[in-house]
């Protein structure tokens, strides 16, 4: 079974960094794609950037754009998400996962993805 492990998390104040990291089990097939997603207390999981592993095309919700990018190391088989200009609104658990050969219209479901990690906690203090 493919697991994942997301690691970097922690507390923060407004305006610092953060680069959360999805390290998976095994090597990630050339047709997935991985996601993170978050989920604030009392909210919805929602959709934070996704990349395409073979093409590294990227994804990203009208929230973070521009603040955040999500790379990838196909050396460490590892997923980051580099957070900058972080605000209290971005303090949530952080998810990732992974999903094969899904299509352009499903890349911002959670339903889609096949593969979860744990997740690890954001705070952003003001």
């Known amino acids: 079974q493919v697991q994942l492990l997301e690691s970097g998390g922690g507390l923060v104040q407004a305006g610092d960094s953060l680069r959360l990291s999805c390290a998976s089990s095994?090597?990630?097939?050339?047709?997935?794609?991985v996601g993170w997603f978050r989920q604030a207390p009392g909210k919805e999981r929602e959709f934070v950037a996704a990349?395409?592993?073979?093409?590294?095309?990227?994804y990203y919700s009208d929230s973070v754009k521009g603040r955040f990018t999500i790379s990838r190391d196909n050396s460490k088989n590892t997923v980051y998400l580099q957070m900058n200009v972080l605000t209290p609104e971005d303090t949530a658990v952080y998810y990732c996962?992974?999903?094969?050969?899904?299509?352009?219209?499903?890349?911002?479901?959670?339903?889609?993805?096949?593969?979860w990690g744990q997740g690890t906690q954001v705070t952003v203090s003001s």
């Open positions: 990349i395409r592993w073979s093409s590294r095309n990227t």
């Open positions: 996962a992974s999903g094969n050969r899904l299509i352009l219209s499903t890349i911002r479901t959670s339903s889609a993805y096949d593969y």
């Open positions: 095994a090597r990630t097939l050339s047709s997935y794609v």
